[in-house]
């Protein structure tokens, strides 16, 4: 057994190896454990696949809906291969772990392949097809991340899979049921809709995407009506069972769905039971460990991020935890406390930092929003995609934005803009002063900023509503 | 018949709305339909509207504050009727900007019952600037809290009179609006030409109407308007109380002609047992001419108001409390290992724990809820603990407020909201404690004693856990060991009680899961 490490890092995803680099950049001699490809779920299974599938949905969207009326002719029906869509991802795939390889190996970090279980605190052991090994050190950092659900009594085989699995059909199916209009759910429904799919999207939960702002989920309901995507809320998946060669869901709607394919999009759990916690004495609640803002858990030098911990479930959010749990690891005391803000890749984009109006109610908070469409906006009408809006909501008293929820093209690249407003406690009044280039869609956040202050230039003036006092 | 508008229903999910401005002030007036305020709701503005005709007084809800329906906005006088603040005039139709002649002086404002004097921090306007309603005027610093004053009139500043830096009495003028450079010469010259001589008619610091600790902002601006009418007319106004007292004490009424507080500035005999206040309203900072040249390099400052409050209030407690100090030391095991299991789930913080085991015992020793007055003491139903703050130069003392019946949960957002308020500047309930805990357990400090803060009954100094051994059954084992000491009024508490109240301390420190037994 070698001398222990300063930090071993258990898992490569976006959490771990961002934590993994930052622990060799200063100084620290690092481990990194993983049981399988590099790059975790982000990489192999989850953000860079699904977006590299979607670039293509999307740009096959483009020609249908735009290239025309920009007379842009293709010869024929534009129809998409999808083997060759799979292999381009591969090949995206392949280099980003590349690329992650070469990282580790300029830095000096050690890699261990194997599945890794804590012995005792800053004990670990590896097993692996080659045999087990021990690993030691004075800081543990779990980042093991999680994986899809699935829903216990149905079928598991070929024909009710996870994102995972669908990720690598050999071929699209005719019809699919997706359960669960999460974030994953709603994507792959955009996804495959537009590769020709019949899609059927089932909610238990009242709107798109329970927790994103109602607005937001209302107007994705209006571009999937639009794009013929069947799809159910407040409505539950009461049996599933296969009938003459086709899967047959009933609903608690009553209607029942035949579909030659189901994917379970319920939510992910939590990548725990291997770690052998106990082992260590270290918290946990329904799988995921319990951390501080600080990442630490219960046991000193023992630190958990990303999904694992189940604070955000966000790759970015995950690198941001690495990031802090390495420098306390290391001395420091920081905590991550930074809004996260969140994408949805669905065409048109759907992205959002900071409180929904609901949540800011609840803390007390006066609250104005603004409402801007895009529509109204230049830059939207110029490139041809004129869906969505963003909304601004600004503290009454102090000024400040609290939250920014967008839909619209390119929503995911100006959030950044919308975070750091966030994130500095930017006032409504100030963004309003704002110089914000033109034509952009971020200009849509000035402007929402503006009309959450009822001083929008862009909109027709409000009705004057005068009360008697 | 004096009336109140109130804040009416507002569409929306939250049905608050926030004064976005006032469009008429106070002394204005109104007629039915006229738009008096703008309101903003959750998703736009709606126009408050006059339902009868009047004038409005005192402003109860500034702008840029939420309240709820049903809660008064600001008083509406019918028309005919007296207002409140401005004398109605004939011009009452074509409200002139400063007070009548032009002139309104700008005074200190008494931001609190015991607030003495105020030091003028920031000038946030210049002389010559237009002052608008709502516009940050300056920002003062009393010994509790540094605060904005915000304008309640509108005009053009002409002259300050009190410059950045300067500490005055509560009501001594600022600065003056008015409407032109002479009518401003003519107020001063009616004034007998010294600024800070003039004596105020009307208590203009206004009173917040939530409650009396809300320290925000404070309106501010004077009515001395009748007192150079009446001066310049050669003839004293006064109460035959006053009259006599005057012939009795051999005072000369004319000194404070039209500067009384009846009617018009007519002088009341009260405004003479006061007129030896009238000096108080000169700067009270009278700068120490250093008697011997200082060597190179060294630099004199003056005491922040805060640091003069912390000075005053401990050596008076040092050198008048009976103060005994007793020290106890706990095994902090448990009390570490509770903190770090609930730390990620509820955020409290350590001290959070030691004021929940404090309250807990304090319970049962109604000596520690007292609060000294002579020779009466205060008995506290509920345990109103203080927290020991450091702040930029200084430390304040926010107090928390039946700790007793607080959950952890509960106790743990509330210290951070006080924490964070007194680093802001303000000091939560202070002067209604009757104990203090002084925590510098975060630092090297193992232990040390501390000074009751008056008029309160005991400090708990808390220093670090450290490592120590303990002998148990004759072996020597490892040990986490925190020292506490307690500083006791002997006024109030006794040796023995206090002794007896320490060793619950211990107790509850040691074993300090009695204190989630309340989470429900």
Known sequence: MSAPYDIAVIGSGPGGYVAALKSAQMGARTVLIEKGLVGGTCLNRGCIPTKSLLAGAELLHDIRSRAPEMGIEVGGEPTVKWEVLLARKEKVLDIQRKGLHFLFEKRGIALVSGEASLERPGRIAVKSPDGSKTVEARNVILASGSRPARIPGWPVDERVVTSDEALDWKALPESLLIVGAGVVGCEFACLLAEFGVKVTLVEMLSQFIPGMDADLSKGLERVFRKRKIAFFVDTKVEDLREHEGKMRATLSNGKTVEVEKVLVATGRCPESEALALGNAGIASERGFVTVNDRMETNIAHHYAIGDLNGRALLAHAASAQGLVAVKNALGGKEECTAPAPWCVYTFPEIAGVGMREDQAREKGIPIASGVFPMMALGKARAYGDTEGFVKVVRNRETQEIVGVHALGHAATEFIAAAAVLVHTKAKATDVADMIFAHPTMSEAVREAAEMSLFEGLHQPPAKAVRVRV | ?520
């Open chain 2, 1 to 520: 018949m004096r009336d109140t508008i109130q804040m009416p229903e507002l569409p929306g999910e939250a049905p608050d709305g926030t004064i976005r401005r006032w469009l008429k002030r106070e002394g204005d007036a109104v007629r039915a339909g006229d738009v008096i305020a703008l309101v903003e709701t959750e998703r736009g503005v709606v126009e408050l509207a006059s339902e009868h005709d009047g004038a409005l007084g005192a402003i109860l809800v500034p702008a840029g504050k939420t309240a709820a329906p049903g809660t008064p906005l600001a008083e509406l006088a019918a028309a005919g009727e007296g207002i409140p603040k401005a004398a109605p005039s004939p011009s009452a139709e074509k409200p002139a900007a400063p007070g009548a002649r032009g002139v309104r002086p700008i005074l200190m404002p008494k931001a609190g019952n015991d607030m003495e004097e105020g030091t003028l921090l920031r000038w946030a306007v210049a002389e010559g600037d237009q002052v608008k309603v709502g516009m940050v005027l300056f920002e003062i610093e009393t010994d509790k809290a540094t605060l904005e004053v915000e304008s309640e009139f509108e005009g053009t500043l002409r002259r300050i009179v009190v410059k950045e830096g300067e500490t005055v009495a509560v009501h001594t003028p600022l600065a003056y609006l008015a409407d032109s450079e002479a009518a401003l010469e003519a107020f001063l010259a009616a004034q007998g030409g010294e600024p800070g001589a003039v004596s105020q008619t009307e208590e203009t610091g206004k009173a917040p109407a939530g409650g009396p600790q809300r320290e925000v902002s404070t309106a501010v601006a004077a009515e001395t308007a009748a007192a150079t009418v009446l001066a310049g007319e050669g003839r004293v106004h006064a109460s035959p109380a006053a009259r006599k007292m005057a012939a009795e004490g051999g005072l000369d009424l004319g000194a404070l002609a039209g500067r009384g507080s009846g009617p018009g500035g007519r002088i009341l005999s009260g405004d003479l047992a006061r007129a030896g206040a009238v000096s108080g309203t000169q700067p009270v900072a009278a700068k120490a001419q250093p008697a011997h040249k200082d060597p190179e390099g060294t630099v004199r400052k003056p005491m922040t108001p805060m640091r003069r409050a912390i000075a005053r209030n401990l050596t008076q407690s040092a050198q008048t409390i009976p103060h005994f100090f007793m020290k106890t030391t706990v095994r902090a095991e448990h009390l570490e290992g509770m903190y770090r299991r609930l730390k990620p789930l509820i955020k409290v913080s350590f001290n959070d724990l030691l004021l929940a085991a404090v309250a807990h015992v304090m319970t049962h020793f109604p000596p520690f809820r007292c609060q000294v007055h002579g020779e009466e003491f205060l008995e506290f139903a509920s345990c109103n603990i203080g927290m020991a703050v450091a702040v930029e130069d200084g430390l304040r003392v926010p107090v928390m407020m039946g700790v007793d019946k607080m959950t952890l949960v509960q106790l743990a957002q509330e210290t951070k909201r006080v924490i964070q308020e007194a680093r802001n500047g303000k000091s939560a309930n202070a002067g209604k404690g009757t104990f203090t805990i002084s925590n510098l357990g975060m630092t090297d400090t193992e232990e040390f004693t501390a000074i009751i803060n008056p008029p309160e009954s005991a400090i708990l100094a808390v220093g670090k856990i450290t490592d120590g051994v303990r002998v148990e059954q004759g072996e020597i084992r490892p040990a986490r060991l925190l020292s506490v000491w307690l500083s006791s009024n002997h006024r109030v508490i006794d040796g023995i009680t206090a002794a007896r109240f320490l060793a619950e301390l211990r107790k509850v420190l040691e074993a300090p899961e009695v204190l989630e037994r309340n989470e429900e």
